[in-house]
């Protein structure tokens, strides 16, 4: 294990009240060179009023900021602009400046106060301005510049002030993700150069996605502090939130994704019953939920996308474990929720030994639609001569459609209209 | 960019210098512009010039040379004054009559005259002026901060409401004035160059002088505060100071331009906005650009006033807030469909 790197920042039971009303109380933190720090917690919890302690914009009315072993209070304002740097939601200036001018302003702590900025400021500015991409702006006007562009002015104005420790306030809550996600990579990428960033960020993806550490904040208290892994736990943000989450980790990424789980309002609308595998009724779940029908669901394997999205929706559905074979006693069980639906729906996966019966179960379905495979879906590949000649009596006595009918049907609520057998 | 700046200052300079001349030639008595440049020449040792008719230095010197320099300085005081306050709020229709600087100083005037003050001593009307001006601005300032914060909003609200009082104040000393007194009062709430002496412009220099130069000390400060103050602050600007600093000067050079002229409008609001157009926002020629060009503008606007109906003087406050009000009316009509952002 290295040496730790030494604490930029340290507070000690921190609190700030305004009128007896407290804000923050007995937070005590420390921040080392190359963290990533984010601040999370639900609105008014206390996180920019946090960020603006850690600034020294506001005085805390309890406990004391050390920045680099040193109370903040004893530090001037102009040596600590070159320690510590700020970035909120966008600024806008109500004045035409240049972007040059903007960026150069970061480099006012460093100059005396009649001293001009001189080759070397221009130089670095530049340079900022290179680094967060937008080269050759340095003429155009901040405020005709998009939102995202006008954030990574401002980063650029951060970068020029060469400062140890970043502070971020929401820096991108009003950006799109491809500049969200630009943002934050250069964030992350100065952590790695040995900064320190601590940041609000109200995205507990975003958070899990680029913090090395995460704070949440709870009515002013610190409630967790730790890596996102430890901290990101339905157990924890439950209570703080007060809601219901889920934690998933995320596919294109593999960090941590934070859900609220959805409330249960029963539909009013018909019985649809869906037979899927492998993911293929994931899709047409979300739609029929969305649209009031009463869904339910099986005969599914355990963890299967399916089931997993039934259960965490709590619609009714039959299970069985993992690779487990679907005997016809399953079948039994599950022959009231396809009988007492409106509608039955075979969606497209594979069909093997495994999960044959669940072409039995679709047999006892009022009325039936086979869903024909999109390009997207799992293909319907028959691994048993059983299968297949099932598959084809089904055939005889149902009705095929692909997802988009299937869909404008169900918008337009023409689904449970009889057909002719 | 950089070379257009440089060729405003240069042009504006130019220009003022040529107003100047044409300034004191006009009038009842034509003086012609060489004869300044004669008596300058003369009294900087060139004495193979000779001197102009003796008639002609007497008009300069006691009667055209000081009405021209105290439209000058006013003209600079009150521009360089917008300048901060639209900087120090960053709002680009402050001023420093909008924020009641004008008012007070005419309070101030008013009651030197009402007390007698102004006869015991030529320093009280000034003084008083001064204090005034600084009074209405930090009562405004003390009004409109809380836990050191100072809000755009309320500095508009609480200088109409101090801007208001002031005036009531004014035209309640006037009820109570004597005749004679009444005609000093009226040039208090129009404000004129006519009459003005040596002493008046002498008076003003101490103050102006270091007033104006505080302002451009501060002219990068102006720029970070353009950033908002949380902002400004995180780049080492001590921004209460500042604010307080600027505040002051600002009262002071606009204090002081009243105490000569009486309230002169839209000089401070539309000047600063012109040439925030022609050179951009930074402080550091914005300043001097508009100090150049509100001596400039005063100066025509008061040859003018003389000039256009002979016998008749137009006084000054009248041909700037014939000028001025639509083209404030202009950029409110502007800023409604653009934004505030340009100018």
């Known amino acids: 294990m290295a040496e730790p790197s030494p604490e930029l920042l340290r507070t000690q039971s921190l609190g700030f009240a305004i009128d007896g009303r407290e804000i923050l109380r007995g937070v005590s933190l420390g921040v080392r060179a190359g963290e990533f720090v984010g601040l999370i917690g639900p609105n008014g919890a206390g996180k920019t009023t946090l960020l603006r302690l850690l600034l020294g914009g506001l005085r805390p009315t309890a406990g004391e900021v050390l920045l680099k072993g040193r109370p903040l209070s004893r530090i001037g304002v102009r040596e600590r602009a070159r320690t510590t740097a700020y970035l909120s939601q966008e600024e806008v200036s109500p004045f035409a400046f240049p972007v040059l ?280 590949t028959f691994f048993s001569e059983e299968g297949r000649a099932l598959f084809g009596e089904l055939q005889a006595r149902s009705r095929l459609s692909d997802y988009a009918r299937l869909q404008r049907e169900m918008e337009e609520g023409s689904i449970q209209t009889p057909w002719p057998r | 960019m950089k070379s257009r700046r440089a060729l405003v200052l240069v042009l504006l300079a130019a220009g003022l210098a040529a107003a100047v001349l044409l300034a004191v030639g006009a009038g009842a008595v034509r003086v012609p512009p060489l004869s300044l440049l004669r008596l300058a020449a003369y009294h900087l040792g060139f004495r193979g010039v000779g001197l102009p008719p003796q008639q002609e230095v007497t008009i300069l010197l006691l009667i055209r040379l000081p009405r021209v320099l105290a439209a000058l300085l006013v003209g600079a005081a ?86 208001s009082f002031f005036n009531g104040l004014v035209s309640a000393i006037l009820l109570f004035a004597r005749q004679y007194e009444v005609s000093q009062f009226i040039f208090w709430t129009m404000g004129g160059f006519d009459g003005r002496t040596w002493r008046q412009v002498l008076l003003a220099l101490p103050v102006l002088v270091p007033g104006l130069a505080v302002m451009a000390l501060f002219a990068r400060e102006l720029n970070l505060l353009a950033l908002g103050e949380e902002g400004a602050q995180s780049l080492g600007l001590g921004v209460e100071t500042a604010k307080r600093i600027l505040l002051a000067a600002t009262a002071a050079v606009a204090g002081v331009a009243i105490s000569i002229s009486g309230p002169v409008g839209f000089v401070g609001l539309l000047i600063p906005h012109l040439f925030r157009l022609l050179v951009g926002p930074d402080h550091r020629v914005l300043l001097p650009a508009s100090i ?39 950029l409110i009509l502007r800023a409604q469909r653009r934004g505030l952002h340009r100018g």
């Open chain 1, 101 to 380: 001018d903007l960026v150069l302003m970061g480099r006012y702590p460093h100059r005396g106060r009649l001293e001009r900025e001189r080759e070397s400021d221009l130089e670095k500015a530049r340079r900022a301005l290179s680094y967060v991409g937008l080269s050759g702006f340095e003429e155009r006007y901040f405020h005709e510049l998009s939102g995202g562009e006008r954030q990574l002015v401002l980063f650029a104005r951060v970068l020029a002030q060469e400062t140890e420790l970043l502070l971020l306030d929401e820096p991108t809550s009003n950006l799109d993700i491809r500049h969200q996600d630009l943002f934050f990579s250069m964030a992350l990428e100065l952590t790695r150069e040995g900064k320190a960033v601590v940041a609000c960020v109200h995205d507990l993806d975003v958070a899990s996605r680029y913090c090395s550490r995460l704070v949440l904040l709870d009515r002013g208290r610190v409630a967790a502090d730790g890596s996102p892994g430890e901290v990101l736990k339905p157990e924890i943000l439950d209570p703080v939130f007060e809601t219901s989450t889920m934690v998933t980790p995320n596919a294109a990424t593999g960090s941590l994704s934070v859900s609220v789980m959805p409330r249960c309002w029963p539909g009013e609308g018909p019985r649809v019953h869906l037979i899927g595998g492998a993911g293929s009724a994931v899709n047409l779940t979300r739609e029929l939920n969305r649209l009031g029908y009463r869904v339910s669901g099986g005969i599914a394997h355990e963890f299967d996308a399916d089931h997993t999205l039934w259960r965490n929706l709590r619609l009714p559905s039959r299970v069985v474990g993992a690779f487990q074979r679907i005997s016809a006693q399953d079948v039994e069980q599950a022959a009231s929720l396809v009988e007492e639906a409106d509608l039955t729906v075979l969606a497209s996966f594979p069909i093997g030994p495994g999960n044959v019966e669940n072409l039995r179960l679709a047999a006892r379905a009022r009325r039936l639609v086979i869903l024909t495979g999109g390009p997207e879906d799992p293909p319907r």
């Open chain 2, 78 to 163: 009150l521009a360089a004054g917008g300048v901060v306050m639209q900087g120090l709020f960053r709002n680009p229709m402050a001023s420093p009559d909008i924020l009641g600087v004008s008012t007070g100083g005419s309070l101030g005037a008013v009651t030197a005259i009402a007390t007698g003050l102004a006869g015991a001593s030529p320093l009280f009307l000034p003084a008083l002026a001064v204090a005034g001006a600084l009074a209405a601005a930090f009562l405004i300032y003390a009004i409109s901060s809380y836990r050191g914060k100072t809000s755009l909003l309320f500095v508009v609200l609480a200088g109409l409401a101090i801007s």
């Open chain 2, 292 to 330: 150049l060009g509100g001596a400039l503008f005063l100066i025509l606007c008061d040859l003018a006033g003389r000039t256009l109906a002979p016998p008749f003087e137009i006084r000054v406050g009248i041909i700037t807030a014939v000028l001025g009000s639509p083209y404030f009316l202009f």
